[in-house]
């Protein structure tokens, strides 16, 4: 785990980073608040802090506010070090945002014991974050955070002037599924489906259960065509499987109906609810067209 480090005093520093990565942690050193802010400033930036109070530009109860006032997607654990020690500096330091206070000159094995504190923390937020964003039983991004993470990679492409490919696969004749094999064999149906829709997408792109039997994926840089293109593979792959339900010497078959849209350079920009909008009327289309096929929102003029 990488620990931002912010300390002007260069012996302290050494200190610091000697005795973090011998503890097993990836120290990222800086000298002063302003490089420390900047560096929390950033996407994918650390996520275990150790700040001193006093240093040159922005002091380290500063950094705890400016932290706590923005909003991130990963807490940020902050431990306060200072030669401040009385109970109104204490009380000071926890205020501003800190998470926890150490007075100089520490202990290292007081400061090890307070970083692995943190990580846990840390860890414990993680896997709550993840419990929260994922479906129970297909372990995809459930509607919501699937809904969150298509409107920032939709912001991002419309910045960056970059294709976003959407595909709504839907299982057919699920219902019949569930009533002739019973709900435990159709959740077995969904998560094979589930698999194969994450081992045949690309490693950037991300899927999310939209709602029963209906599944939604995101496709950064992907036109139409392409996102087509992976949809039929999945198509074929599903056709041609078989889900076997245990203790009963049972194998189930299942078909999906996929519909395409995306946003592309020199096409009118649409809002994450059009686009899905799109997606939806191809699938309809899809379905209305016999089943089993992949359609595709521009190929038949909506």
């Known amino acids: ?32 608040g302003d490089e420390a802010w900047d560096m929390l400033k950033e996407d994918g930036g650390p996520t275990l802090v150790v700040l001193d109070w006093v240093m040159p530009g922005m002091e380290g109860i500063e950094i705890c506010q400016k932290v706590r006032a923005r909003r991130t997607a990963n807490y940020i654990y902050i431990i306060l070090l200072s030669a401040k020690n009385s109970n109104e500096d204490v009380i000071k330091g926890l205020e501003s945002g800190a998470d926890d206070y150490i007075s100089k000159p520490f202990h290292p094995e007081e400061l090890k014991s307070r970083l692995k504190i943190g990580q846990r923390i840390i860890e414990l937020e993680k ?7 994922t479906d129970y039983l297909t ?9 969150e993470r298509m409107e920032a990679e939709i912001n991002r492409v419309t910045r960056e002037n970059k294709s976003f490919g959407i ?3 839907d299982l057919d004749h699920f219902k019949l599924v569930n009533d002739t094999y019973g709900h435990q064999a159709g959740d077995l149906v969904l998560q094979e489906f589930s698999r194969c829709l994450s ?11 939209y709602g029963g039997e209906e599944f939604i994926v995101g496709l950064p840089g992907a036109s139409s065509e392409v ?56 699938l309809y289309m899809a379905k209305q067209l016999g089943r089993n096929r992949v359609e595709i929102f521009k190929s038949y003029g909506y």
């Open 167 to 169: 595909v709504i696969a």
């Open 1 to 32: 785990m990488r620990v931002l480090i912010a300390d002007d005093d260069a012996l302290s520093r050494k200190i610091l980073e000697e005795s973090l990565s011998h503890w097993g942690y990836e120290p990222v050193i800086t000298k002063d």
């Open 139 to 147: 372990a995809l991004l459930n509607r919501r955070a699937f809904m």
């Open 199 to 209: 081992s045949s997408f690309r490693i950037y792109d991300f899927i999310g259960r």
């Open 127 to 133: 896997r709550i974050m993840c419990l929260a964003s």
């Open 227 to 282: 996102a087509g293109a992976i949809a039929e593979r999945v198509r074929k792959r599903l056709e041609q499987h078989r889900t076997l339900v245990p203790d009963c010497d049972l194998e189930i078959s299942v078909t999906a109906s996929f519909g395409i849209t995306s946003m592309e350079n020199g096409r009118p920009q649409l809002s994450m609810d059009g686009l899905i909008k799109q997606a939806d009327s191809a």
